[in-house]
């Protein structure tokens, strides 16, 4: 059971925001929000929450997060540890945008609530929602039997979907939508989705342009290659890679390392012939193909992907027939429900102090690449598929010519 957000108290609210500001103002230049509503806790986060232990729920590149209960009330958290230094750097702005973003986005389901947040001297706490299913890495990994069934993909993907369109109707873009920052809220049955991670996540304002390297190889878009001005679009050329990869557990643009990986996503070198493609519904491949474009102006948005025919529910295109059928008998044109514009045709420090290595990359790579053939995926071991699951995209690097680690930033 995931513990609801509890509404702040406006004490909380007024102590800290600063009335009549907007979210356009409350923005530096590189689109990073300053201000947040939160109290900030200096008290020992030890005295209200027990860590619980051996039980790390995952880990980033400068962040460990943990499960804890909350003392008084006994209900489970993720408690999100961000260390305030990085590489040498003061990062508390970040970690001060990272709160903001998820305060902007409390009323929305799709993304995890944030519940508390402590600083201490060389961290901050981020006490989050739990999501007790993990992340859907793991299923897109998996074999065909354990993997997500079509129809599980489109009600994911429609709940992925109204969580990004939410986040780009307040002009945020998350700039890192991949498996790991895509948890569910149980995964037997499987439950509902909740995004995290919005450490790379930026405002987009009209009068300014954002153009940054960063983003994890395999699901950045052509326009952060090239460095490019990143928009919303960039978000979702991301969700075109993960459906790819969440209905075949093929990494499309995947290559033999990041280099040719880099190429393949600025050749748009995507195929649509594989076995695991052909199997699909053809409106899938069709909600694909509108995302993977390399011009962001031509690609569907998440409003428009919320309306493609491939995520219409059965009901819905029940409801749609009948429009239909009413509108021949009484010869009034048909209604166009296609929800995609025209132009889309079907052409178109750690850091972990060391155990993230470049090895356990081309590992988990090969083990992402393995799942290309299905007759492959069965020599997959559970070794195998615990080292992909455990792969986190970790290093940065400064230019695209060394590409040490599996982070842009
Ligand atoms: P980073 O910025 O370091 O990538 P994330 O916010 O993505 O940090 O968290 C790292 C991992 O921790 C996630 O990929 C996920 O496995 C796990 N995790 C994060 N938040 C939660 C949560 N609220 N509930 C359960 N697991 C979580
Ligand atoms: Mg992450």
Redesign the pocket.
């Known amino acids: 059971m995931i513990p609801e957000c509890p509404a702040r108290t406006s004490e909380a609210r007024n102590r800290t925001w600063c009335h009549g500001q907007t979210a356009e103002s409350n923005r530096n230049r590189s689109g990073l929000l300053c201000e947040i509503k939160s109290i900030i806790k200096t008290e020992s986060f030890t005295e209200h929450y027990d860590l619980i232990p051996g039980k790390e729920?995952?880990?980033?590149?400068?962040?460990v997060?943990k499960k804890c209960v909350k003392r008084s009330t006994g209900l489970e958290y993720?408690a999100?540890f961000m260390r305030k230094r990085r590489k040498g750097q003061d990062c508390r702005t970040e970690i001060i945008h990272e709160i903001a973003v998820l305060e902007l986005a409390a009323s929305c389901q799709r993304v995890?609530s944030l519940h508390d947040v402590y600083e201490l001297p060389s961290e901050m706490v981020l006490v989050?929602?739990?999501?007790a299913g993990?992340?859907i890495f793991n299923q897109c990994v998996a074999e065909r039997d354990e993997a997500f069934k079509d129809e599980d993909v489109k009600r994911l993907m429609r709940q992925i979907l109204e969580g990004v369109a939410f986040l780009h109707s307040k002009n945020v873009v998350h700039l890192d939508l991949k498996p790991?920052?895509i948890?569910l809220t149980s995964d037997n049955p499987l439950g509902d989705i909740k995004i995290?991670?919005f450490?790379l996540s930026r405002m987009m304002c009209n009068s300014q342009e954002i153009r940054e390297i960063m983003g994890t190889p395999e699901y950045v878009a052509p326009e952060v290659l090239n460095y490019e001005p990143i928009s919303t679009a960039t978000d979702m050329w991301s969700i075109g890679v993960l459906a790819y990869v969440m209905l075949t557990g093929i990494s499309p643009f995947l290559g033999e390392d990041k280099q040719e990986t880099f190429l393949n996503i600025s050749q748009i070198n995507v195929s649509y012939a594989e076995e695991e493609l052909q199997r699909l519904d053809k409106a899938a491949v069709h909600f694909i193909k509108s995302l993977l474009i390399k011009d962001p102006k031509n690609r569907a948005t998440a409003e428009e992907c919320l309306n493609h025919p491939w995520l219409q529910t059965h009901e819905q295109n029940a409801a749609k027939e009948t429009v239909k059928l009413k509108s021949v008998i009484t010869s009034i044109p048909e209604p166009v429900s296609t929800g995609i514009s025209s132009q889309h045709t079907e052409e178109e420090e750690e850091e972990e102090e060391g155990r993230v290595t470049e090895e356990l990359l081309v590992m988990s790579a090969y083990t992402l690449g393995q799942c290309r053939q299905s007759s492959e995926k069965e020599g997959l071991t559970p070794e195998q598929k615990a080292i992909s699951k455990r792969f986190k995209f970790e290093e940065s690097f400064p230019a695209l010519q060394e590409v040490p680690g599996e982070f842009i930033y």
């Open positions: 729920l995952g880990r980033g590149k400068f962040a997060v993720a999100k995890v989050l929602e739990f999501a993990g992340e790991q920052n948890l995290v991670d450490g």
